[in-house]
């Protein structure tokens, strides 16, 4: 238990610090995508831009809106980064082992609960555009939830186990991203909208709802939204290489290797949101229910069909 323990903290403290970078590394990305120079000002080129933005925002003053209802409101951030962080767990090579053949499991109820936060975020706020944002994205969320649930289920009927740590043995030698491409697709699409990017950004849809469920929020509770939002970004990153690439790290070389393919689909984020304009929400909806969920079941089905011929 101890053991579990420190590894977790170690493991939350690593994601923290990855988040503080990776947003500095967001906006220094699309600084160059836009022709421009982005964060340089604070100490050598800008790196410790993050520190600098955390102690701003967390020594500022949480102003009170008239109309919130103020103990749910604050709690809802330190929830939504609770439940971030807790995610981070899976990476931790002893608590895959303790919890045996349930860690997908364990995923899929964790990313469900985080829905909670959102619109609790965007009710207690007591807004009408905090809570059309917040309504938007708990559709959205549990929209893609469905299809994020399908494709897991395809991984357990061709490794027949719902455990990562099978999963990453089963890949040492073969990938499954060329086993099953067009679910690797739909699961990265599906990951973009879980987290709310663009261009599936319609939770912070600025034009009509004023930056969404978090627009009574500032200093540490957007703070605190944020670094969830981060958080998860890169722990789907992570998610991703280890579904599809295998993410066996048996040596120093090959840690390198997986480290580089996160970096790798982490930078994919920004790239996408520096890219393409905002999608039509009504569009996200069709492209989910009358597209990826019919095309999963068929692809499911085949690939039972495929595993009961073969282990006759």
């Known amino acids: 238990m101890f053991v579990e323990l420190i590894s977790y903290i170690m493991s939350s403290v690593c994601a923290l610090l990855a988040v503080a970078?990776?947003?500095?590394l967001e906006r220094k990305g699309l600084s160059y995508f836009q022709l421009?120079?982005?964060?340089?000002?604070?100490?050598?080129?800008g790196l410790p831009q993050p520190l600098a933005d955390a102690i701003k925002l967390f020594s500022?003053?949480?102003?009170?809106?008239?109309?919130?209802?103020?103990?749910?409101?604050?709690?809802?951030?330190?929830m939504s980064l609770f439940l971030a962080l807790i995610l981070w767990m899976l990476y931790s090579n002893y608590y895959i082992c303790s919890i045996g053949?349930?860690?997908l499991i364990f995923f899929l109820c964790i990313s469900s609960l985080s829905v909670y936060s959102v619109m609790g975020a965007g009710w207690f706020s007591n807004s009408k555009y905090a809570l059309l944002g917040s309504v938007r994205a708990v559709a959205q969320s549990?929209?893609?939830?469905?299809?994020?649930?399908?494709?897991?289920?395809?991984?357990?009927?061709?490794?027949?186990?719902?455990?990562?740590?099978?999963?990453?043995?089963y890949q040492v030698y073969v990938w499954l991203v060329w086993i099953n491409f067009f679910m690797f697709m739909m699961w990265f699409v599906s990951c973009i909208a879980e987290t709310h990017r663009a261009p599936f950004d319609f939770v912070e849809g600025e034009s009509e709802l004023v930056s969404g469920f978090n627009v009574e929020y500032g200093s540490m509770g957007f703070a605190l939204l944020l670094m969830a939002?981060?958080?998860?970004?890169?722990?789907?990153?992570?998610?991703?290489?280890?579904?599809?690439?295998?993410?066996?790290?048996s040596n120093f070389i090959s840690g390198i290797f997986v480290s580089f393919f996160i970096c790798?689909?982490?930078?994919?984020?920004?790239?996408?949101?520096?890219?393409?304009?905002?999608?039509?929400?009504?569009?996200?909806?069709?492209?989910?229910?009358?597209?990826?969920?019919?095309?999963v079941l068929c692809i499911i089905m085949l690939m039972i069909m495929i595993v009961s011929f073969l282990n006759l």
């Open 21 to 24: 970078f990776f947003t500095l």
């Open 101 to 103: 053949g349930l860690s």
């Open 264 to 295: 790798l689909v982490s930078w994919l984020f920004i790239w996408i949101r520096a890219s393409y304009p905002r999608y039509r929400y009504d569009l996200l909806m069709y492209l989910i229910w009358k597209s990826y969920l019919p095309s």
């Open 229 to 249: 939002e981060y958080s998860n970004i890169l722990f789907m990153s992570v998610l991703i290489i280890l579904l599809f690439f295998g993410g066996v790290m």
């Open 142 to 169: 549990i929209s893609y939830e469905v299809s994020m649930s399908l494709i897991l289920m395809s991984c357990l009927v061709m490794m027949g186990s719902m455990s990562l740590f099978i999963l990453m043995k």
């Open 60 to 78: 500022k003053e949480i102003v009170k809106p008239v109309m919130v209802n103020f103990l749910p409101f604050m709690i809802c951030p330190f």
């Open 36 to 45: 421009r120079k982005g964060p340089n000002k604070v100490g050598i080129m």
